[in-house]
């Protein structure tokens, strides 16, 4: 099997450097010169191009753009690929991307591999980044079963953890544990620069560790990233941060009338029912 990616950073990136240490042919499109030759220098690719006409003769293509290139990323290989190549995306939202490439491509699967880091580009790109991972697949009624296998045997192949589900479940799940966190935690790094409280901020800059550190890290991430989700997955973003305004709601309540025994409770409830969202 002959591999494509389009976009070399670090999905991109650690998708070649897998593939290619597994013995599959890698061949790789970036928008940046610098970028084909660093892919090719780290060995994530066997050969790159600004040119998608490159793409020719590749069996499966992976779509590693941000979520709003994807479609027009599509459109614009269309005419250098083979009419069977199988194309596929790695976007964190699915619904949306499904909708807009399926009628563009029949042999297109919606794709998540649920993995990453800190760090962007092609340099922070890294082998086994999906070892483990959830890898979940979204296909249609009408998605042609060869594609589906041919992405199954590339997650399997990254040892990734796979799951199929359709393309307005995924868009709910992640806005649950995906998307929700990257809004609250930018709302407390918010709240916690509030510019009538320098005093307090100042030492709190000096005392915050790692609960800080932990419970704000996604939203200081990529802002690229968080106005995309809020983009493509609006409808989901809004029910979710509806609901856990809900919930702020009821615990404002609860310390305001002091319903001590009432916290304790729903605390128990929460420590208990957070080990069933963690795989470790």
Same mark, same amino acid.
């Given at each position: 099997?002959?591999?494509?990616?389009?976009?070399?950073?670090?999905?991109?990136?650690?998708?070649?450097?897998?593939?290619?240490? /597994?013995?599959?042919?890698?061949?790789?499109?970036?928008? /940046?010169?610098?970028?084909?030759?660093?892919?090719?220098?780290?060995?994530?690719?066997?050969?790159?191009?600004?040119?998608?006409?490159?793409?020719?003769?590749?069996?499966?293509?992976?779509?590693?753009?941000?979520?709003?290139?994807?479609?027009?990323?599509?459109?614009? $290989?269309?005419?250098?690929?083979?009419?069977?190549?199988?194309?596929?995306?790695?976007?964190?939202?699915?619904?949306?991307?499904?909708?807009?490439?399926?009628?563009?491509?029949?042999?297109?699967?919606?794709?998540?591999?649920?993995?990453?880091?800190?760090?962007?580009?092609?340099?922070?790109?890294?082998?086994?980044?999906?070892?483990?991972?959830?890898? $979940?697949?979204?296909?249609?009624?009408?998605?042609?079963?060869?594609?589906?296998?041919?992405?199954?045997?590339?997650?399997?192949?990254?040892?990734?953890?796979?799951?199929?589900?359709?393309?307005?479940?995924?868009?709910?799940?992640?806005?649950?544990?995906?998307?929700?966190?990257?809004?609250?935690?930018?709302?407390?790094?918010?709240?916690?620069?509030?510019?009538?409280?320098?005093?307090?901020?100042?030492?709190?800059?000096?005392?915050?560790?790692?609960?800080?550190?932990?419970?704000? /890290? $996604?939203?200081?991430?990529?802002? @690229?990233?968080?106005?995309?989700?809020?983009?493509?997955?609006?409808?989901?973003?809004?029910?979710?941060?509806?609901?856990?305004?809900?919930?702020?709601?009821?615990?404002?309540?609860? $310390?305001?009338?002091?319903?001590?025994?009432?916290?304790? @409770?729903?605390?128990?409830?929460?420590?208990?029912?957070?080990?069933?969202?963690?795989?470790?």
């Amino acid at each position: 099997m002959k591999v494509g990616i389009v976009g070399l950073g670090l999905i991109g990136g650690s998708l070649g450097l897998d593939l290619r240490s /597994r013995g599959l042919y890698t061949i790789g499109v970036s928008r /940046r010169p610098q970028t084909c030759e660093l892919a090719q220098q780290r060995g994530a690719v066997d050969a790159a191009s600004v040119d998608p006409a490159i793409l020719a003769t590749v069996d499966i293509i992976f779509i590693c753009t941000p979520l709003a290139a994807i479609a027009p990323t599509i459109r614009t $290989v269309i005419p250098h690929i083979k009419a069977d190549t199988i194309l596929t995306d790695v976007g964190s939202v699915k619904q949306s991307i499904v909708e807009s490439c399926t009628p563009l491509w029949p042999n297109f699967v919606g794709g998540h591999p649920m993995a990453g880091t800190a760090e962007q580009g092609m340099a922070a790109a890294q082998l086994n980044l999906f070892a483990g991972a959830p890898y $979940v697949l979204t296909p249609t009624e009408n998605t042609p079963q060869r594609a589906i296998a041919a992405v199954t045997e590339i997650a399997q192949l990254l040892k990734a953890r796979l799951y199929t589900s359709t393309p307005d479940l995924h868009d709910r799940a992640v806005a649950l544990i995906s998307h929700l966190p990257i809004f609250i935690s930018a709302g407390l790094i918010d709240t916690c620069i509030n510019p009538d409280e320098a005093e307090a901020i100042a030492l709190a800059q000096k005392l915050a560790s790692s609960g800080f550190r932990d419970t704000s /890290r $996604v939203g200081g991430g990529n802002p @690229e990233l968080g106005v995309a989700i809020a983009q493509h997955n609006q409808e989901q973003l809004v029910a979710v941060l509806s609901q856990y305004r809900d919930r702020l709601d009821d615990i404002i309540y609860l $310390v305001k009338n002091k319903r001590w025994q009432e916290i304790d @409770e729903l605390l128990q409830e929460t420590q208990a029912a957070r080990p069933q969202f963690l795989n470790e």
